[in-house]
Nanobody
Framework: QLQLVESGGGLVQPGGSLRLSCAASGFTLNYYAIAWFRQAPGKEREGVSCISSSGGSPNYADSVKGRFTISRDNSKNTAYLQMNSLKTEDTAVYYC????????????????????WGKGTLVTVSS
């Protein structure tokens, strides 16, 4: 079964850190760009960060720039989102998604036309 599975969410105090993981099964992430999205209660889903299939050109939403870091380990078929200096407004369900540019071996960072989605992991930032 082709799927993405997120893990690492939980409850953290403001100022704390969490690292989310996105593990792929049934396919290899090597040629896929990875993006992290989040959806807070009552709000639309938004793109948080993305990274190209080669691991270059990371992109971040202004709201998380300087606090979040996206990375990937293709040998582990896994991507990560390191979240530092968390704020209450970071509370949301976080989703990872993967996209491939046709049969190309390179896919640039993007937030649209995703091929696979995970089911999400809840991050709650509260004191």
């Amino acid at each position: 079964q082709l799927q993405l599975v997120e893990s690492g969410g939980g409850l953290v105090q403001p100022g704390g850190s969490l690292r989310l993981s996105c593990a792929a099964s049934g396919f290899t992430l090597n040629y896929y760009a990875i993006a992290w999205f989040r959806q807070a209660p009552g709000k639309e889903r938004e793109g948080v960060s993305c990274i190209s299939s080669s691991g270059g050109s990371p992109n971040y939403a202004d709201s998380v720039k300087g606090r979040f870091t996206i990375s990937r380990d293709n040998s582990k078929n896994t991507a990560y989102l390191q979240m530092n200096s968390l704020k209450t407004e970071d509370t949301a369900v976080y989703y990872c998604a993967a996209a491939r540019n046709g049969a190309s071996t390179y896919t640039a960072c993007r937030y649209y036309g995703m091929d696979y989605w995970g089911k999400g992991t809840l991050v709650t930032v509260s004191s």
